[in-house]
């Protein structure tokens, strides 16, 4: 095991990363232009981003391809104008991840936004505060534990992600080889070694990951609480 | 002065009401549902009615749908039911919340308040480590704070216990006659109506039934 490659780690971690980032920022803001909004068209909105949670992988993965492939909507229009190729490569890990973790942090994010108390959100606008700062200074810091569930979530997504990155990125070492690839390959190839290996840097990061989450979301939803500060 | 002649058509019954209020207290009590806080609300605008208009000293808050002000712009004070403290700031950042201005003079106004209601010991304190009468006096300080041209306190009493309650009632008095500005207080408490009311409209499915 001395010639172990550690490239699929730090691959890992930067397709999940970014795609973390991206869905953050994505699904906060769908989710807060959502809330508590009923309008025509909603439900199959929402039908829609939840759709990659129950779709196979590999039908996400197609989809992806048909997308941003050479001749694909998006990739034909990216490949003319800005000479760029996500089909076999990292990036392309990082749009799988995105699909497949996105309903995981819209689903929290609106769960949170949804059970804040509104009159605290009219409290500040009677007190003349802008819908801008209103959400800055009430509803993001309410929701947080939900948004960092969701991010926490969303990351561990990302790093498990293999079926649509499959599709989209190919297994290509050194290029598009995450963790989950390199345990198939590794296992295909008979080295049962170097899968064991993944494997359990894999088990280990998703554990410490949910561990944590636990561990700070229960400590944190005592915070605003009388019950705990009076004990 | 404000004016106020809206109609809205609520799941129940249609509320219409019509009325003025001056620099007084003017309670509107009735049982619940009879739409006192829809009231409230469509002259914080956090809520619109269907039709009327609402005015305040020559301001036009509502003037038929297309015509409304945003609540940010109507320097509306509101004490709202269970006070609205924001529970992840302190008592010192939450009154501070909406001050326009932070020159000294405004400072210094927002200190007397502070020490009118006693609350200066609490300003490093959260929400959830202080008690239902200190609640109620920081939402108030709060809400003055914003040099509001108008209060509106939805059931401010409500929550508190028997004494806490006595001596709140004499407290808005005490504030009204400093402050100088139309309060408006909903309550189903018929004995709290007499005693904080210069005048009280009674309500009922939306419809004033009588005047005191």
Sequence with gaps: ?231 | MLEVSIEKRLSHYDLKVDFTVDDEILVLFGPSGSGKTTILNTIAGLMQPDEGSIKLGGKSFFQGKKESLAVQARNVGVLFQDYALFPHMTIGQNIRYGMKRKDEEHTFVVDQLMQVLGIQHLLAKYPHQISGGEKQRAALARALATEPSILLLDEPLSALDKQTRIECQDELIRLHDMWKIPFIIVTHDLEEAEKLGDRILFLDRGNIIDEK
């Design chain 1, 1 to 231: 095991m001395t010639d172990i490659d550690f490239s699929p780690l730090l691959l890992s971690l930067k397709v999940a990363a970014i795609s973390t980032v991206v869905v953050f920022i994505t699904g906060v803001f769908f989710a807060r232009l959502f809330a508590r909004k009923h309008f025509f068209g909603k439900t199959v909105i929402e039908s829609a981003f939840m759709l990659p949670l129950v779709l196979p992988p590999t039908v996400v993965g197609f989809a992806l391809l048909i997308l941003f492939g050479k001749h694909g909507w998006i990739g034909k229009w990216l490949l003319e104008w800005f000479d760029v190729q996500i089909v076999f490569t990292w990036i392309g890990a990082v749009i799988a991840s995105i699909v497949v973790s996105f309903p995981l942090m819209y689903q929290s994010a609106a769960a949170a936004f949804d059970s804040l108390d509104n009159r605290l959100e009219n409290a500040a606008r009677t007190l003349g505060a802008s819908e801008w700062r209103v959400f800055w200074t009430v509803a993001f810091p309410l929701a947080w534990p939900g948004l960092l569930a969701g991010l926490v979530l969303s990351f561990a997504r990302g790093l498990g992600e293999f079926g649509a990155t499959l599709m989209l990125a190919g297994y290509i070492p050194g290029k598009t080889d995450t963790i989950p690839m390199a345990i198939y390959f590794a296992v295909e190839a008979g080295q049962m070694e170097k899968a064991t290996l993944w494997v359990v840097v894999i088990v280990a990061l998703g554990f410490s990951t949910i561990t944590w989450l636990n561990w700070w979301s229960r400590r944190n939803m005592r915070r605003f609480t009388d019950q705990n500060r009076n004990r």
